[in-house]
């Protein structure tokens, strides 16, 4: 008896572009799957896993001869240049090149380490303080952070307390005692120094 197994006829896409999608499918052609049952996921997941503007995949397999894949895209959430090259730092974690420089996002400043800005944005998600009321970040070497709010306050955080901090600055810019102080500077330990 000549049993053949069929082939991956279809390959669906979701979530993601035309363009976008090519990727994926060159990931599948060059992983030279012969059939829908001898897919090594591990190998198929870590390719598609590289592609930088991916935040989580689900494979589906639909017998005999359908492959379906769900993407969700990262979140752009701000804006770097490494190299000359201006990248979107995505929610994954991951850095995108761009040439789109349009989308309304914070810039971030310094020799940048990504892992350090998710940290960072953490915190901030954690506090009361808006993420959206970022125009520049400033990364230190020492992985200390500045930022630089829409009305042109320069908030310099401390290593540790981050949301604290954030928090007491919101109280701070309701006080019409503290409305001109442009720099608020927490970087001393139980200290808070205001400049104009």
């Known amino acids: 008896v000549n049993f053949s197994l069929p082939k991956i006829k279809n390959v669906e896409i979701y979530g993601i572009d035309l363009n976008e999608s090519v990727k994926i499918r060159n990931i599948i052609e060059n992983s030279n799957i012969k ?14 896993s590289s592609i930088n503007f991916i935040e989580k995949f689900e494979i589906f397999k639909n017998y005999p001869s359908t492959l379906k894949i769900k993407i969700k895209k990262t979140k752009f959430i701000a804006l770097t240049k490494k190299n000359g090259i ?49 125009s520049k970040l400033y990364f230190y070497k020492s992985k200390r952070w500045d930022i630089e709010t829409v009305k042109g306050n320069i908030i310099k955080l401390p290593m540790e307390n981050i949301g604290k901090s954030l928090d007491l600055f919101i109280r701070l810019s309701k006080d019409d005692r503290f409305k001109d102080s442009s720099i608020i500077d927490f970087r001393q330990k139980d200290q808070i120094i205001l400049n104009e």
Do not use: M
């Not at 829908?36 to 997941?45: A, D, G, M, V, Y």
């Not at 201006?86 to 940048?112: C, E, H």
């Open 35 to 48: 059939n829908i049952f001898s897919i090594n996921r591990h190998s198929l997941k870590s390719n598609i």
């Open 86 to 134: 201006d990248y979107f730092i995505g929610s994954n974690g991951k850095l995108i090149k761009t040439n789109d420089l349009n989308l309304k996002l914070p810039y971030v400043f310094g020799d940048l380490d990504v892992k350090e800005f998710i940290r960072l944005k953490g915190e901030i998600d954690k506090s009361n303080f808006n993420f959206n009321q970022i």
